[in-house]
């Protein structure tokens, strides 16, 4: 009866390495989504997978962020050559998309990457 | 999605009802209004959601007005752990894949003792 799980809950990198942090969503949840959140500011939308497949990447800030979910389960969100304003919590959520109803997101503890 | 306007910040005495104010003037008629909140240090949490009718669960209530413009999160009971940021946020349910959320500031709920 797990929730979303995400590692490391903390991330310390230092400019220019890159990074990658993981998800765990809820178990056969079909809907995965990556979401960044600036301090003080809301969460904002970064991509989505149904299942294995990337159908939004329209919030990604640049091409140094690449997501990815092969098997349809866990995904995994890499920074490249990290930058200063890369420094957030990166949020990550699933739902069971249904069709014809709505869904509900569950959100995980977040990572918290610090770039120095 | 729609846009949605909350108050900044808001207090309430522990024990007493919590009522939160959201405007949404221009939703449309297949929008629904959810309610998440984030504690400190920990991701959103789903409340509640509704398309016109009252809703109540076991964490809130979600009164919505007839011409849908506006609603209100109710917390009949605030608690110390309810203290968080309360986000209002109103979307199309289902719509095309990617069914993210557009969260907004948000309303600061501080309850005191």
């Known amino acids: 009866g797990a929730g979303v799980s995400q590692s490391p809950r903390y991330k310390v990198a230092k400019r220019g390495q890159d990074v990658a942090l993981r998800c765990d969503p809820i178990?056969?949840?079909?809907?995965l989504f990556w979401y960044q959140q600036a301090l003080g500011q809301g969460p904002e939308f970064l991509t989505y997978?149904?299942?294995?497949?990337?159908?939004?990447k329209s919030g990604l800030p640049s091409d140094r962020f690449f997501a990815e979910r092969p098997e349809g389960s866990v995904s995994t969100l890499k920074i490249q050559r990290t930058q200063q304003e890369d420094s957030a919590v990166y949020l990550c959520?699933?739902?069971?998309?249904?069709?014809?109803?709505?869904?509900?997101?569950?959100f995980g503890p977040g990572t918290r990457l610090t770039v120095l | 999605d729609a846009k949605t306007t909350q108050p900044t910040s808001m207090d309430c005495a522990e024990g007493r009802a919590a009522n939160l104010p959201c405007n949404h003037s221009?939703?449309?008629?297949?929008?629904?209004v959810y309610w998440y909140r984030q504690i400190h240090s920990q991701g959103p949490q789903y409340i509640i959601h509704?398309?016109?009718n009252n809703e109540t669960n076991e964490m809130a209530s979600l009164i919505i007005t007839e011409d849908r413009k506006s609603s209100t999160l109710i917390l009949p009971h605030a608690t110390l752990r309810d203290t968080a940021v309360y986000y209002c946020?109103?979307?199309?349910?289902?719509?095309?894949?990617?069914?993210?959320?557009?969260f907004g500031g948000g309303t600061r709920l501080m309850v005191k003792p």
């Open positions: 959520a699933s739902s069971w998309f249904l069709t014809g109803g709505p869904d509900t997101q569950y």
């Open positions: 178990s056969g949840h079909v809907s």
């Open positions: 997978f149904q299942n294995e497949a990337q159908l939004d």
């Open positions: 221009t939703i449309s008629g297949n929008e629904y």
């Open positions: 509704g398309l016109k």
């Open positions: 946020i109103v979307r199309v349910s289902p719509s095309n894949a990617g069914n993210m959320l557009t």
